[in-house]
T-cell receptor, first 110, second 114 residues
Framework: RKEVEQDPGPFNVPEGATVAFNCTYSNSASQSFFWYRQDCRKEPKLLMSVYSSGNEDGRFTAQLNRASQYISLLIRDSKLSDSATYLC???????????FGKGTLLTVNP | EAGVTQFPSHSVIEKGQTVTLRCDPISGHDNLYWYRRVMGKEIKFLLHFVKESKQDESGMPNNRFLAERTGGTYSTLKVQPAELEDSGVYFC????????????FGPGTRLLVL
């Protein structure tokens, strides 16, 4: 079983749509959780951290369910500029070694 | 402030040749990390430096890979001899604090071994 598994995608949605990304992780001792965004042929960039209570940043909402070892990211009112690969990232066993999912490609169409 | 830089941006070599990748972290960042993504796979951790010391090289695939960080500034990752399966994107990241949330990634070096 992979350490971090994501929806394989790709997702194609129209502008204004709501899109949800799902992720599960295998290490129950994992400590911290993140969503990264990676544009085509660019480096991964931190989008947001994911907290147990859930957190929101504008149109983006992240949720964590430790019991189910499940993480989600919701994008509301999607924009063309949201087109990118979304990476679910988990930190476990150390405070520096990031474990990445394969990513889910999102394309927002006009 | 300049971000993490990597050189070269692309490298195409033949199997059996040697390639050296360079990473310049953000100035003042003691922590430097190497990751790589091979085709169709997820990004994976290779190793972690604190200043010039290797703290964790558990992700290095085999002894054909050698990472150095002399003087605690820039780092190099040498692959010798390169094999086909080494093709992928090699990312470097740096952080001031030894904590994952603060890792800043470079643009990566795209390596193709023919």
């Amino acid at each position: 079983r992979k350490e971090v598994e994501q929806d394989p995608g790709p997702f194609n949605v129209p502008e204004g749509a709501t899109v949800a990304f799902n992720c599960t992780y295998s290490n129950s001792a994992s400590q911290s959780f993140f969503w990264y965004r990676q544009d085509c042929r660019k480096e991964p960039k931190l989008l947001m951290s994911v907290y147990s209570s859930g957190n929101e940043d504008g149109r983006f909402t992240a949720q964590l369910n430790r019991a189910s070892q499940y993480i989600s990211l919701l994008i509301r009112d999607s924009k063309l500029s949201d087109s990118a690969t979304y990476l679910c990232v988990v930190l476990g066993g150390s405070n520096y070694k990031l474990t990445f999912g394969k990513g889910t490609l999102l394309t927002v169409n006009p | 402030e300049a971000g993490v830089t990597q050189f070269p941006s692309h490298s195409v070599i033949e199997k059996g040749q040697t390639v050296t990748l360079r990473c310049d972290p953000i100035s003042g960042h003691d922590n430097l990390y190497w990751y790589r993504r091979v085709m169709g796979k997820e990004i994976k951790f290779l190793l972690h430096f604190v200043k010039e010391s290797k703290q964790d090289e558990s992700g290095m695939p085999n002894n054909r890979f050698l990472a150095e960080r002399t003087g605690g500034t820039y780092s190099t990752l040498k692959v010798q001899p390169a094999e086909l399966e080494d093709s992928g994107v090699y990312f470097c990241a740096s952080s001031q604090e030894d904590f994952a949330e603060t890792q800043y990634f470079g643009p990566g070096t795209r390596l193709l071994v023919l």
